[in-house]
């Protein structure tokens, strides 16, 4: 059933007062809005430990109500998994390039892996058995190694061993202090391949976060992550704004901020990655209504984390929202499509045997012969 990030608003309004003014001889300073939230570190953008509250909430919800309807009437679908959709359209998109790659890594760590959606995909796609390394002399396999690595800890335990056919290690631990943990600590230069299949766009310092991942990789280890784009869910934004203009006389930002496609390739270098590439795809989704949409994205856990958030988007903005929804987006059958925007990211930590670009003037075939 399709039924994906919302935020909440600030309004300002003062009366003036018409009082008598008396001169002071100490200036009045400026102060805070009980509002704003407090000074935090560069880049700090989202609320983490709300994002992870968000998505423990999202999974004991989704099970309680999944126990009930299974106790009233039993089917065979897991209720948890409901919402999954995107996450698993993701992971196989992503999966299909991490298969052409030449040599598949033989240790991979998936990041903001959620319930490890791609690592479940990985696994039916890429052989759990990879040759020994050539010091040995044996001809004996040795088994894949694999790293789940969560920030929410239902989220991290919600699929038990039985649904991997080659258990992976988890890890409790977020994007952003991700070398801060101790069993990621250990890990550094070790692993082959990095992947993650869509949690980094609630990475405030995405550039901080890409360059722990490349400390994680050993030499011509590989990076290979989806990050939602700057046009996802452009309708809902739109008709919240609208919406909101119209019944407030003002706009706030109710969508998260994401990255733009056209910093992806900058990003990526700055964190000291090379042979970058960058590719984007639009996924776009009908639902019933907004409600579906907005319901769908409380259960998947992408309700709004921006810091200094307001708690509730009141009924009638929301109810505008709908309509302007329908008016400007709706289909032919009734039906609101949203968008969700995938940027693809592979980047190359360096190494002694990663390709080099060759230096000016060496080249042996003249571009006039061939033009």
């Given at each position: 059933?399709?039924?994906?990030?919302?935020?909440?608003?600030?309004?300002?309004?003062?009366?003036?007062?018409?009082?008598?003014?008396?001169?002071?001889?100490?200036?009045?300073?400026?102060?805070?809005?009980?509002?704003?939230?407090?000074?935090?570190?560069?880049?700090?953008?989202?609320?983490?430990?709300?994002?992870?509250?968000?998505?423990?909430?999202?999974?004991?919800?989704?099970?309680?109500?999944?126990?009930?309807?299974?106790?009233?009437?039993?089917?065979?679908?897991?209720?948890?998994?409901?919402?999954?959709?995107?996450?698993?359209?993701?992971?196989?998109?992503?999966?299909?390039?991490?298969?052409?790659?030449?040599?598949?890594?033989?240790?991979?760590?998936?990041?903001?892996?959620?319930?490890g959606q791609l690592t479940q995909i990985l696994q039916?796609?890429?052989?759990?058995?990879?040759?020994?390394?050539?010091?040995?002399?044996?001809?004996?396999?040795?088994?894949?190694?694999?790293?789940?690595?969560?920030?929410?800890?239902?989220?991290?335990?919600?699929?038990?061993?039985?649904?991997?056919?080659?258990?992976?290690?988890?890890?409790?631990?977020?994007?952003?202090?991700?070398?801060?943990?101790?069993?990621?600590?250990?890990?550094?230069?070790?692993?082959?391949?990095?992947?993650?299949?869509?949690?980094?766009?609630?990475?405030?310092?995405?550039?901080?976060?890409?360059?722990?991942?490349?400390?994680?990789?050993?030499?011509?280890?590989?990076?290979?992550?989806?990050?939602?784009?700057?046009?996802?869910?452009?309708?809902?934004?739109?008709?919240?704004?609208?919406?909101?203009?119209?019944?407030?006389?003002?706009?706030?930002?109710?969508?998260?901020?994401?990255?733009?496609?056209?910093?992806?390739?900058?990003?990526?270098?700055?964190?000291?990655?090379?042979?970058?590439?960058?590719?984007?795809?639009?996924?776009?989704?009908?639902?019933?209504?907004?409600?579906?949409?907005?319901?769908?994205?409380?259960?998947?856990?992408?309700?709004?984390?921006?810091?200094?958030?307001?708690?509730?988007?009141?009924?009638?903005?929301?109810?505008?929202?709908?309509?302007?929804?329908?008016?400007?987006?709706?289909?032919?059958?009734?039906?609101?499509?949203?968008?969700?925007?995938?940027?693809?990211?592979?980047?190359?930590?360096?190494?002694?045997?990663?390709p080099k670009a060759l230096e000016r003037g060496s080249?042996?075939?003249?571009?006039?012969?061939?033009?």
């Amino acid at each position: 059933m399709m039924r994906a990030i919302l935020s909440k608003s600030t309004n300002l309004a003062r009366p003036l007062a018409s009082a008598t003014l008396s001169l002071r001889s100490s200036r009045a300073y400026a102060t805070l809005s009980p509002h704003t939230p407090p000074p935090t570190k560069p880049y700090e953008v989202f609320d983490e430990l709300s994002k992870e509250r968000q998505k423990d909430r999202a999974i004991r919800r989704l099970t309680e109500d999944g126990e009930l309807s299974q106790s009233i009437e039993p089917n065979d679908q897991n209720p948890v998994k409901v919402v999954d959709y995107l996450r698993d359209e993701i992971a196989e998109r992503l999966a299909e390039r991490i298969e052409d790659l030449r040599i598949p890594p033989a240790s991979i760590l998936e990041l903001a892996a959620h319930s490890g959606q791609l690592t479940q995909i990985l696994q039916e796609v890429i052989a759990d058995e990879v040759p020994s390394s050539s010091e040995r002399q044996d001809k004996q396999s040795e088994r894949r190694k694999w790293w789940l690595v969560e920030s929410s800890k239902e989220a991290l335990h919600r699929d038990d061993d039985s649904q991997f056919p080659s258990p992976p290690t988890r890890i409790q631990a977020s994007p952003s202090y991700l070398l801060e943990n101790p069993e990621i600590g250990k890990l550094k230069d070790q692993v082959e391949a990095v992947v993650s299949g869509g949690g980094l766009h609630w990475v405030g310092d995405i550039v901080g976060a890409l360059t722990q991942i490349r400390h994680v990789l050993k030499p011509d280890g590989v990076f290979v992550g989806a990050v939602l784009g700057g046009d996802t869910l452009f309708e809902l934004r739109t008709s919240l704004q609208l919406a909101e203009q119209e019944r407030r006389g003002g706009i706030s930002n109710r969508v998260s901020p994401m990255i733009n496609p056209t910093d992806a390739p900058s990003l990526l270098n700055r964190a000291g990655f090379t042979t970058t590439t960058v590719d984007v795809e639009d996924m776009i989704i009908n639902y019933p209504s907004i409600w579906e949409l907005m319901s769908d994205l409380r259960d998947m856990g992408e309700s709004n984390a921006i810091l200094g958030r307001r708690a509730q988007v009141s009924r009638d903005v929301l109810l505008a929202a709908e309509s302007i929804y329908k008016e400007l987006y709706g289909t032919e059958d009734g039906a609101v499509p949203a968008t969700f925007q995938i940027i693809f990211l592979i980047g190359w930590k360096p190494g002694p045997n990663q390709p080099k670009a060759l230096e000016r003037g060496s080249a042996g075939t003249s571009l006039k012969d061939v033009l």
